[in-house]
């Protein structure tokens, strides 16, 4: 099993421009969730999903949006970058059993110049 | 709002000492604690799981204490490696239907040979 992969590793974007960043998992987990890391911030939840077609605000969802159309697959877009939103994002997932344990992907390096 | 602390930021110990990690939280209302590891330049991996009912779970050198009337988790280390250097987060997890986790900034280990 590949667990948890995000496309792509590394991007830079101009102040403005539009990305997706695509989460897919093979766990068969129902939830899926994105985070941004910051310096001295930890890691903040940005938007989740607790099923197939299903999303919600987390923590700092401004300036993102999200979509679960497939129960694998996890997006989130920026639709004008902007340089605040410089950052690492990680995707993860988790079962909806009795502990709800979260499995990270390797994390997306962007960079709003 | 539950706030997550932990200390210290960083740590530097020889190899071979055992050592302990400590994290703290306000809302002593949680559904578990996870704690992960986090190399440089790398995603997160899930270390241990203690859920609310629990006072502690180990892996192999690793063990994981929770004092939740208190809003406490230890992380004990045991005969630390080299390979132990990393970033460790805590994080824990509301109860009802909140799927969110709220993390720690994390403590910075360095095991030196």
């Known amino acids: 099993n590949a667990g948890v992969t995000q496309t792509p590793k590394f991007r830079v974007l101009k102040t403005g421009q539009s990305m997706t960043l695509l989460c897919a998992q093979d766990?068969?987990?129902?939830?899926m969730y994105w985070y941004r890391q910051d310096p001295g911030m930890g890691l903040r939840l940005i938007h989740y999903?607790?099923?197939?077609?299903?999303?919600a605000k987390g923590e700092v969802p401004d300036g993102y949006n999200v979509s679960r159309l497939k129960k694998q697959n996890f997006l989130l877009g920026l639709e004008s970058a902007a340089p605040s939103q410089t950052s690492v994002y990680f995707c993860?997932?988790?079962?909806?059993?009795?502990?709800?344990?979260?499995?990270f992907g390797p994390g997306t390096r962007l960079t709003v110049t | 709002k539950q706030e997550v602390t932990q200390i210290p930021a960083a740590l530097s110990v020889p190899e071979g000492e055992n050592l302990v990690l400590n994290c703290s939280f306000t809302?002593?209302?949680?559904?578990?604690l996870q704690w992960f590891r986090q190399d440089p330049g790398k995603g997160l991996t899930s270390l241990l799981l203690?859920?609310?009912?629990?006072r502690e779970q180990t892996s192999g050198r690793l063990n994981a204490s929770l004092d939740k009337s208190s809003g406490r988790s230890t992380l004990y280390i045991a005969a630390s490696q080299p390979g132990d250097s990393a970033t460790y987060l805590c994080?824990?997890?509301?109860?009802?239907?909140?799927?969110?986790?709220?993390f720690g900034k994390g403590t910075l280990l360095t095991v030196n040979p």
């Open positions: 809302d002593s209302a949680i559904y578990n």
């Open positions: 999903s607790v099923g197939e077609g299903t999303t």
């Open positions: 993860a997932s988790s079962y909806s059993g009795t502990t709800y344990e979260q499995y």
């Open positions: 994080a824990v997890r509301g109860g009802g239907s909140n799927y969110k986790l709220t």
């Open positions: 766990m068969n987990h129902e939830y």
């Open positions: 203690i859920q609310s009912s629990q």
